[in-house]
């Protein structure tokens, strides 16, 4: 075995020609490349600057390490300075994965001295690692051993030639030749020396050509319990030589636990791990004893455990008996090698911070893992440590360094050497994880984050690792530099410019854009723009310019101003709201002779309004921020304004709601009409005036065809802007049978409009009952005069001759009488409903007028109808002259009769009075007295003294009438009969 072993250091003693080669693990030193086996004096390797490098070319570091070969369990300590570990040791990450190894100021101790392992890019527990030997001593060392044979196998007598290859100090002198063989042994695992000659365990020697010690085990003898386990050969000398070779075996009974390892993650940055334990169990391979009652020498047992706490108290995971294996906690397999042989598998899944695959508590997974191996195998127990390296504490004053927009650079307080090899950053955004970046070393505490986005918050976490991942720090929130500041906009020019208004867009970015003309651009309502106004603004600030309009569309304006930096976008928007239309209802009102009130139904988004108007060519517009109204001043009266209003919130609306008002008097009515006309009403129609015009009232005047009747004026208030063209008035109150001129008027603040009239007549409600009085036929011109009856229709009329009359006049003129015939003359008043009675004729004949004769006269009463004059002839004579003569006659009679009746006044009230303090008066129809005229009398009155007569005036009887002094038509026709003789009465 030892032949092999010189053999193979013979063959990877050499220099490497290629250096570096171009691939597989190699040392380095000195600038020269060595293979695996390469020997290294001390003294060459004392300093940084004497490194041994172990080099993997193409690999980033992970967890590599070197390891004593004679104490794997130990790996060197690349921080410590003491005389238990005196390397220290270099990472470099990449390109290339290097340990750079080398010896401290104390020197190296004799317990220290031998072979190093070194493995990359992981630790030595991998089973895949890369691996390569190096030997470091003290003084000198045997190189190799070599034999120079002789040529000729066949020849004798033979000669060869030994070689001992010695390096190391180059001033030390052998003052006694090499042994081959003197005093080596083999040491039992209670450090006892074997004894060639005792029973069980026995020893050949051979002390050439190569020093061997053989140990053996006799056929049927068994080793003790005390001598189960390691066993240690020194050669050439015995164990007490510090410069001995020394190799181990192990000796065991039944079943032993020949190796454990953990499958490490892959990644150590990434959360959840999942790692692998392995046992190895060796030895007999029954599990199951063949012999009856001999159940003692089965597999009892193959279990993991889980050690914790400072009593190390055990959890079990995995239980394993005979052929059978299962785990509680975890999951695992009992695998099969051959030749007894067995790998009892442990998987576990780590999070950080509580073992996830299981129901340990986290109180007791902060630091390392421990897990126990236990293996009860016949009468033997064996039980096997693995730990699992695991920081205990995460970092703390976790702290930001610096940020621009796209970094952030973070450094936190390390952890002892002893608890961490590392760190893991890990950041996200929201629930995302963005970067997990690994730093090598315990003291490396300082990281930029690179490749961030800008403006963008993180969750910034560090946590420690050895062979896992530790508990996080406390996590810090940090927001990148925004790329854009901010996007506002500015009213450049004013609201009321409309659909032509200015809006200034800023767009303030990052100086750390490369080129904002190309590389700052803006999206308005979906279409591109280009940025073409930019400033800088200080030293860290572009101000980006953008001008918009109000869309004609009436929608609202979505600018979006997009930046770009290391390849990302970016971007912020705003919205210029325009508002959904002008307001409803829009309307003005007349104030004064100068001023306006306008109002409207108030948008549903509004911040104000914008009111345009415009008379002879000339606009003007204000600002409203009212609710729902605005006064204009200032006017121009006898105009016609035509007014807009526009609603704004960010923009004016497109369009708008327009009214037109005259600021002058209202126009006539038009189309005045008359409907349901009633005894004592009438309904008033008429058209309004054009929209325009703004009416606040109308004035309805009606007055009676009566002279005795006032007119009457009614003023109706109305609202401006009545949606109905039409307008109905009625008039109530009316006469019966009356006659009225209707005239309308249409007003405002600043006066009214022309009138405009209709006429129209009261319905009746009864043919006419009393009968016109009071009348005569003056001649030459036939004037038929008479008292007035309520200013209705009249119709006179003979057996040939009908005259019909609307008037307010008291006389016509009569036509067609022929000279020298003889008319009866009476009059009936007719309404709508019918004529009533005719009067008492007067007889009237058309002659020559004989001036010393009074002409005749009759008196009769008043009707309250229309009076009709019927005219009858008493002859028969057409002859034009007669006529004549009896129209002039007629005339003359009247122009007598109008002074009788005023001569007979006082006559008649004087009887009146005294018949009416005898009689109980009635009143009907009387309306009036008419008295006679004084010329009808004064010639039957000429022998009276004139000094005697008082010239009688008639007062109407409506203004002497009293409740007990009122007398009918009869009575009163009575009175004047009986005293008919009296010359100071009126007949």
Request: glycine share 6%; proline share 6%.
């Amino acid at each position: 075995m030892l032949l092999v072993s010189i053999v193979f250091l013979l063959s990877v003693s050499e220099v490497i020609s290629q250096c570096p080669p171009s691939s597989g693990i190699y040392l380095r030193h000195n600038g020269t490349c060595y293979t695996n086996g390469s020997y290294f004096w001390d003294l060459d390797v004392n300093s940084i600057t004497k490194t041994i490098s172990c080099v993997l070319p193409g690999a980033s570091l992970t967890t590599g390490q070197w390891v004593r070969v004679a104490d794997p369990d130990d790996p060197v300590d690349c921080n410590s300075n003491s005389a238990s570990d005196p390397f220290r040791c270099i990472s470099v990450t990449s390109p290339d994965a290097t340990l750079n190894f080398y010896l401290n100021a104390v020197g190296l101790p004799i317990a220290q001295e031998g072979w190093y392992k070194c493995c990359l890019p992981t630790d030595c527990s991998d089973h895949n690692t890369n691996v390569i030997f190096a030997n470091v001593f003290r003084y000198a060392q045997i190189k190799d051993i070599t034999v120079v044979l002789p040529p000729d196998i066949t020849v004798l007598p033979q000669t060869y030639t030994l070689h001992a290859i010695k390096i190391g100090n180059p001033n030390q002198h052998y003052s006694n030749s090499a042994k081959w063989l003197n005093g080596g042994e083999w040491v039992t695992p209670s450090r006892r020396s074997v004894n060639y000659n005792t029973n069980p365990i026995r020893c050949d020697v051979v002390s050439s050509p190569n020093a061997t010690i053989s140990l053996y085990i006799p056929i049927g003898q068994y080793i003790k319990p005390s001598d189960d386990g390691w066993f240690k050969c020194c050669l050439p000398t015995d164990c007490s030589d510090p410069n001995t070779n020394v190799i181990f075996a192990n000796i065991f009974r039944w079943a032993e636990i020949a190796n454990m390892t953990v499958d490490l993650p892959p990644d150590i940055t990434v959360l959840p791990q999942t790692y692998t334990l392995h046992a190895i169990k060796i030895g007999n391979p029954h599990h199951r004893t063949l012999i009856p009652n001999e159940d003692d020498r089965s597999l009892h047992a193959a279990n993991w455990y889980y050690e914790y706490g400072s009593t190390s108290t055990s959890i079990e995971l995995c239980r394993g008996k005979v052929y059978s294996y299962s785990c509680s906690i975890g999951d695992g397999m009992a695998i099969d090698k051959g030749n007894g042989k067995w790998d009892y598998t442990l998987n576990i899944t780590w999070n950080g911070e509580t073992i996830i695959s299981g129901a340990l508590s986290q109180s007791s997974n902060n630091g390392d893992h421990v897990y126990r191996f236990y293996l009860h195998f016949g009468n033997e127990m064996r039980n096997g440590i693995i730990t699992i390296k695991v920081p205990a504490t995460a970092p703390s004053s976790l702290t930001v360094v610096n940020k621009t927009a796209t970094t952030i650079t973070v450094s936190w307080t390390p952890l002892d050497s002893s608890d961490a090899d590392g760190y893991v950053v890990n950041v996200t955004s929201d629930t995302d994880t963005v970067q997990t970046v690994q730093v090598e070393g315990s003291s490396n505490n300082t990281i930029t984050l690179n490749g961030l986005r800008g403006g963008t918050t993180y969750s910034i976490a560090v946590r420690a690792y050895q062979q896992l991942l530790g508990p996080a720090s406390s996590a810090i929130s940090v927001q990148t530099l925004p790329v854009i500041y901010s996007i506002n906009w500015t009213l450049v020019s004013f609201i009321t410019q409309l659909n032509n208004t200015q809006y200034h867009i800023d767009c303030l970015t990052i100086v750390d854009i490369n080129n904002p003309s190309t590389d700052v651009y803006w999206l308005v309502n979906g279409v591109m723009k280009s940025n073409s106004m930019y400033a800088s603004i200080g030293v860290l600030t572009y101000n980006n310019t953008l001008l918009v309009y109000p869309d004609p569309l009436e929608v609202s304006v979505n600018v979006t101003c997009i930046a770009m930096i290391a390849g990302v976008n970016y971007n912020q928007s705003m919205i210029l709201h325009a508002p959904s239309g002008p307001p409803n209802n829009v309307r003005g009102f007349i104030l004064n002779a100068t001023s306006i009130i306008v109002n409207w139904t108030t948008s549903s988004e509004t911040n104000g309004y914008v009111i345009e108007y415009t008379t002879g060519g000339v606009t003007r517009n204000v600002v409203s921020s009212s609710d729902d109204e605005i006064v204009l001043t200032n006017l121009s009266p006898i105009s016609t304004y035509t007014i807009s209003v526009y609603s704004y919130i960010d923009l004016p609306s497109a369009n708008s709601t327009v009214t037109v008002l005259r600021f002058d008097v209202p126009s006539p009515v038009t189309s005045l009409s008359a409907s349901d006309v009633s005894t004592t009403g009438i309904t008033v129609n008429w058209t309004i005036p054009s929209s325009d015009n703004y009416i606040t009232y109308y004035i309805i005047s009606y007055t009676p065809s009566c002279p005795q009747l006032s007119s009457v004026n009614e003023r109706v208030s109305v609202a401006p802007h009545q949606s109905t063209t039409i307008y109905s008035y009625t008039l109530i109150g009316l006469y019966s049978g009356m006659n009225y001129t209707i005239t309308v008027k249409a007003g405002n603040e600043l006066g009214r409009s022309n009138p405009e009239s209709i006429y129209k007549d009261t319905l009746s409600l009864r043919a006419p009952i009393g009968v016109p009085h009071s009348f005569s036929l003056s001649q030459p011109i036939n004037n038929l005069t008479w008292n007035e009856v309520n200013c209705f229709e009249l119709v006179i009329s003979n057996s040939s001759i009908t005259y019909n009359l609307t008037s307010t006049d008291r006389y016509i003129i009569l036509n067609d009488l022929v000279f020298g015939t003889e008319y009866n003359i009476s009059v009936a008043a007719v309404n709508s409903v019918g004529r009533g009675p005719f009067s008492d004729p007067i007889v009237v004949e058309i002659r020559i007028l004989d001036t010393t004769t009074a002409p005749y006269s009759h008196y009769t009463s008043v009707s309250t109808a229309t009076p009709s004059v019927s005219v009858t002839p008493s002859i028969s004579d057409t002859d034009s002259v007669i006529a004549l003569g009896v129209s002039v006659g007629v005339l003359l009679i009247l122009l007598t009769l109008s002074v009788t009746v005023n001569i007979c006044c006082l006559i008649r009230i004087k009887d009146f009075l005294m018949i009416s303090a005898s009689k109980d008066p009635k009143t009907e129809d009387i309306a009036m007295q008419a008295c006679e005229p004084y010329e009808l009398r004064k010639n039957e009155l000429r022998e009276v003294n004139d000094k005697d007569i008082v010239m009688q005036v008639c007062v109407p009887y409506e203004l002497r009438k009293t409740e007990k002094n009122e007398v009918v038509y009869d009575e009163i026709q009575a009175s004047t009969d009986a005293t008919s003789e009296d010359p100071g009465l009126c007949h």
